[in-house]
């Protein structure tokens, strides 16, 4: 079963504008992961945030993690047309995970179309 | 690194056939996992391994998928026989093990099932 939902399932904006997707997950987790897909290809893992931890940054990417509400949200700065993918949250579940990769589990994704 | 590797790429097949799916994971890796992944239903785990051991199958749909790791550098899924709506990208996927929780995937193997 799915247990983040990312929101929104679409967006299109213009090449240097900033995009913000958000996840949404219902049990509680040890960690929350971000993956990007582009076309044709396996997903390719962008950005880790803990439990413990409100934010964290990699580069363009900025992760916000709320666990009260149980929600994350990934900002791209500055997009540029090589952003265009899906991308996709995956959470860890506190009560199935055995501190490995083997508790995650997948959102649908949302895709982001970079216009030029 | 070459990353996981899996093979075939794209595998076209008929309703019936059996069909055998690829994977070498990353050297060194202790888990292994297989995925599917459907615009309807998204990336659904089927079954992973630890140390080459299956550790949950529950997401196999059916009896005809079965999965084997004989060594820690190959892995298969088989679907016999093979149905249309088998029709998917089946990913495979590595991780380090315990305390990483980061996943490797290959580049995907897209089944048609006609």
């Known amino acids: 079963s799915q247990q983040g939902e990312e929101d929104p399932q679409a967006l299109s904006i213009q090449e240097g504008e900033n995009a913000t997707m958000n996840c949404s997950y219902k049990t509680s987790i040890n960690n929350l992961q971000w993956y990007r897909q582009n076309s044709g290809r396996g997903l390719v893992h962008l950005i880790l945030?803990?439990?413990?931890?409100r934010e964290k940054h990699s580069g363009r990417l900025r992760v916000t993690l709320d666990t009260s509400k149980k929600s994350s949200s990934l900002l791209i700065t500055a997009s540029r047309a090589a952003d265009t993918a899906s991308y996709f949250c995956a959470t860890d579940s506190l009560m199935y995970s055995g501190g490995g990769a083997d508790g995650l589990t997948f959102g649908k994704g949302t895709h982001l179309i970079i216009q030029p | 690194d070459a990353g996981v590797i899996q093979s075939p790429r794209h595998e076209v097949t008929e309703m019936g056939q059996e069909v055998t799916l690829r994977c070498k994971p990353i050297?060194?890796?202790?888990?292994l996992f297989w995925y599917r992944q459907t615009m309807m239903r998204g990336l659904e785990l089927l079954i992973y391994f630890n140390n080459n051991v299956p550790i949950d199958d529950s997401g196999m749909p059916e009896d005809r998928f079965s999965a084997k790791m004989p060594n820690a550098s190959f892995s298969t899924l088989k679907i016999q026989p093979s149905e249309p709506r088998d029709s998917a990208v089946y990913f495979c996927?590595?991780?380090?093990?315990?305390?990483?929780?980061?996943?490797?995937f290959g580049s995907g193997t897209q089944l048609s099932v006609l």
């Open positions: 996927a590595s991780s380090p093990g315990w305390g990483n929780e980061k996943l490797f």
């Open positions: 050297s060194g890796h202790d888990y």
């Open positions: 945030i803990r439990s413990n931890e």
